[in-house]
C-alpha cells in the first residue's frame, strides 16, 4: 500500500509545484499588466488636463471699479469737481493675460445706483470706456449711454409699504443696479494686447454705491464643446489619449520581446536561403567543369597510350604528332568552360572603364568652363 501510494504523492507534489508556478506566474502578470493599464490611464488623465488648461482661457473675469475725481474744485458748485474716473489692469499677477488672444468675450458695467432724487434728475448719461495696450496706446474706445429704471411715485410709495420691515432693519435697500453693455464681442489682438482700460462716467451729478466690471467668454468650436460638456469632453479626451498610449506600449511590447511585427530573422532566412542556392548553384557547374575536364584527360590518355604500343616503332614521332593533333589537349575545353566567367570580367571591365571615361570627360568639361569663365572675368 506504501509503495502504491509513493508515486501518487510524488505526482501530487509535482501538479502542486506546478500549479503554483504557474499561479505565481499569472500573478506577476496580472499585477504587470495592471501597474502598466494603471500608468497609461494617468498619463492620459495629466494629459487631457494639461490641454484643458493650456487651451481653455478665462472663462469669466470680475474685478471691482474705483472711481477717482478732483476734490479741488469751488466747493459753492454742486456736484463733482470732475468727471468720475477709474483704471482697470487686465493683468493678473501682473503676468498673464485675462483675456485670450483672437477669443471674443462679453464686456459690461454693473453699477448700484441709490434711487435719490438726484439720480432720478439726471436722466441718462454716458459710460466711456477706453482699452489701452502696453505702451499706452488706444487701441478701442466706445460710449454706451444709461439711466436709472423709472418708477412712479405710487409705485416707489408703495414699495417702501411693502418693503418697510426689511428697510427699517437694513436688510433691503432702495437702489437700483444698472448693467451696462460696453463691448459684445471685444478681440483682443496678439500684436498689440490689450492690458487694461480706462472707464469714465461723464456726469459730475451721479451718485454710485459701487460698481463692477464683468468680462465673459463667449465660445466657439472645441472651446464651447469642452465648456459645455466637460464630462463628455472629457471621457472622449482621456479614451483618445489612452488609446493612443496603449498602441504605442504595444509596439514598444513587440519590439522588445519579437524584434517588431515583423521579425527581421525572416528576411535574414530567405537572404541566406538565396545565397546558399547560388553558392549550390556555382558548385555544381565547378564540379561538372571538372567532371568534363577529366574525361577529357582519360580520353587523351588512353588514345595515346594506344598508338605508342602499336605503331610507335613504325611511324615514330610523327604518328604520335597526328594522335595528339586527332585529340586535342583539355586545355581548350578548360579555357571555354571559363569563357563565360572571363567574358563576365571582360564586361565588367568594359563597364569600369566606360565609367571612367566619362568622369575624365566630365572633368575636361568642367575644367574648359572654369577656364572660359576665368577669361571672361
Known amino acids: 500500500m506504501g509503495a502504491a501510494m509513493g508515486p501518487m504523492l510524488h505526482w501530487v507534489q509535482d501538479v502542486a509545484a506546478v500549479t503554483l508556478l504557474k499561479a505565481r506566474r499569472t500573478l506577476l502578470q496580472a499585477a504587470i499588466l495592471f501597474c502598466t493599464l494603471f500608468l497609461l490611464l494617468w498619463v492620459s488623465v495629466f494629459l487631457y488636463g494639461s490641454f484643458y488648461y493650456s487651451y481653455m482661457p478665462t472663462v469669466s473675469f470680475s474685478t471691482p471699479v474705483h472711481f477717482y475725481y478732483a476734490s479741488d474744485c469751488d466747493t459753492a458748485e454742486a456736484g463733482l469737481c470732475s468727471f468720475p474716473t477709474a483704471n482697470i ?118 451718485q454710485i454705491y459701487s460698481s463692477q466690471l464683468r468680462i465673459h467668454a463667449y465660445f466657439t468650436g472645441i472651446r464651447y464643446l469642452l465648456y459645455n460638456f466637460p464630462l463628455t469632453s472629457a471621457v472622449i479626451g482621456v479614451s483618445t489619449n489612452f488609446a493612443f498610449l496603449s498602441v504605442v506600449a504595444l509596439f514598444g511590447y513587440l519590439q522588445f520581446i519579437w524584434g517588431g ?89 568594359k563597364n569600369i572603364t566606360s565609367c571612367c571615361g566619362r568622369a575624365v570627360n566630365f572633368l575636361c568639361s568642367c575644367k574648359v568652363l572654369l577656364l572660359c569663365c576665368s577669361f571672361l572675368v
Not at 499677477?93 to 438726484?118: D, F, H, I, K
Not at 545565397?275 to 564540379?287: C, L, Y
Open 89 to 206: 489692469s487686465f493683468m493678473r499677477n501682473e503676468r498673464s493675460q485675462v483675456m485670450a488672444n483672437g477669443q471674443p468675450y462679453r464686456v459690461s458695467l454693473e453699477l448700484e445706483m441709490p434711487e435719490s432724487p438726484v439720480n432720478q434728475q439726471l436722466g441718462m448719461f454716458m459710460v466711456r470706456m477706453s482699452c489701452y495696450t502696453k505702451g499706452g496706446k488706444i487701441v478701442s474706445s466706445v460710449g454706451r449711454s444709461t439711466m436709472l429704471h423709472f418708477r412712479s411715485f405710487l409705485l416707489q410709495t408703495l414699495s417702501t409699504l411693502c418693503f418697510s420691515p426689511l428697510l427699517l432693519t437694513g436688510m433691503a435697500e432702495q437702489k437700483q443696479l444698472i448693467e451696462v453693455e460696453l463691448y459684445s464681442d471685444y478681440k483682443t489682438n496678439a500684436y498689440e494686447p490689450t492690458i487694461g482700460a480706462v472707464i469714465q462716467i461723464q456726469s459730475k451729478q451721479v
Open 261 to 349: 511585427l515583423w521579425p527581421p530573422d525572416q528576411v535574414r532566412v530567405r537572404v541566406m536561403m538565396g545565397d546558399s542556392t547560388r553558392t549550390q548553384r556555382r558548385r555544381e557547374e565547378a564540379r561538372k567543369r571538372m567532371e568534363r575536364e577529366n574525361s577529357q584527360k582519360e580520353l587523351s590518355t588512353a588514345a595515346e597510350i594506344g598508338p605508342v604500343n602499336g605503331t610507335y616503332g613504325l611511324q615514330g614521332n610523327g604518328t604520335l604528332e597526328e594522335t595528339l593533333s586527332e585529340h586535342p589537349s583539355v586545355n581548350p575545353d578548360a579555357s571555354g568552360a571559363e569563357a563565360p566567367d572571363n567574358k563576365e570580367e571582360d564586361k565588367d571591365n
